[in-house]
Antibody
C-alpha cells in the first residue's frame, strides 16, 4: 500500500523558514515525480511545486518561486520542501502527492494527509 | 496561466439523484484534465484522469466527459459518501492549475 506521511508543519513568524518532509513507502519512489499542493484553511487547492523522478527537473508556482525549494532523497524515499521568507498567505495545509504513474502525468494519486503551516506573528 | 472555472459552486441534491458538475478552461487543455474528490477533513483523491478515465477503484457511477475547454463530471446516482467537494485540474500547461471546486451537499 502506498503511504505518504508529511511532517514539519508548524507556527512560524512572517519572514521565517520551515522545512517540510514527506516519507514515502509502498512504491518504487525513484520512479515517480512528486509534488506539493497546498490548501489554505477553508479554501481550494493550489499546486506549489513538482520534482521529476530523478530530481533533475523542478517546477514552481509563481507565488513561491525564489522562496521555496523542492528536493528529494531517493536513497531515503523522502520528499522535502524548504520554505523561506514565509508570508501570511503561505498559511495552508501542505499535501505531498505522488504522480499517478511512472510515466509522468502531473496528475496526483495518492495524496498524503497533509501538514499545517501557519504563518503569523 | 490556464484558469479553470467550476460551476455551480454548490449543488444541493438528494441521495439517488444525478449530479452534473462543470469545469471550463480559459483555453484548450486537450483532454489533460483530472477530477478529484475531497471529503470533509480528508485529503483529495483522484477520481478521473485524462478527462474520462476512472482511477483505480473508482465506482462506475462516476464518469467524466469533454475536451478542449468544456468538461463534465457526472455522478449517476448519489450515494451518501459522495457528498463532498470536487475539483478539476489541468496539466496541459505550467503552472498546473485547479478549479475553485464544487460542493455537492445534501438537500
Amino acid at each position: 500500500e502506498v503511504q505518504l506521511v508529511e511532517s514539519g508543519g508548524d507556527l512560524v513568524q512572517p519572514g521565517g523558514s520551515l522545512r517540510l518532509s514527506c516519507a514515502a513507502s509502498g512504491f518504487t519512489f525513484n520512479n515517480y515525480a512528486m509534488s506539493w499542493v497546498r490548501q489554505p484553511p477553508g479554501k481550494g487547492l493550489e499546486w506549489v511545486s513538482t520534482v521529476s523522478s530523478s530530481g533533475t527537473n523542478t517546477y514552481y508556482a509563481d507565488s513561491v518561486k525564489g522562496r521555496f525549494t523542492i528536493s528529494r532523497d531517493n536513497s531515503n524515499n523522502t520528499l522535502s520542501l524548504q520554505m523561506n521568507s514565509l508570508r501570511a498567505e503561505d498559511t495552508a495545509v501542505y499535501y505531498c502527492a505522488k504522480d499517478r504513474t511512472s510515466v509522468t502525468t502531473y496528475f496526483f494519486d495518492p495524496w498524503g494527509q497533509g501538514t499545517l503551516v501557519t504563518v503569523s506573528s | 496561466e490556464i484558469v479553470l472555472t467550476q460551476s455551480p459552486a454548490t449543488l444541493s441534491l438528494s441521495p439517488g439523484e444525478r449530479a452534473t458538475l462543470s469545469c471550463r478552461a480559459s483555453r484548450s487543455v486537450g483532454r489533460y484534465l483530472a477530477w478529484y474528490q475531497q471529503r470533509p477533513g480528508q485529503a483529495p483523491g483522484l477520481l478521473i484522469y485524462d478527462a474520462s478515465n476512472r482511477a483505480t477503484g473508482i465506482p462506475a457511477r462516476f464518469s467524466g466527459s469533454g475536451s478542449e475547454t468544456d468538461f463534465t463530471l457526472t455522478i449517476s446516482s448519489l450515494e451518501p459518501e459522495d457528498f463532498a467537494v470536487y475539483y478539476c485540474q489541468q496539466r496541459r500547461n505550467w503552472p498546473l492549475t485547479f478549479g475553485g471546486g464544487t460542493k455537492v451537499e445534501i438537500k
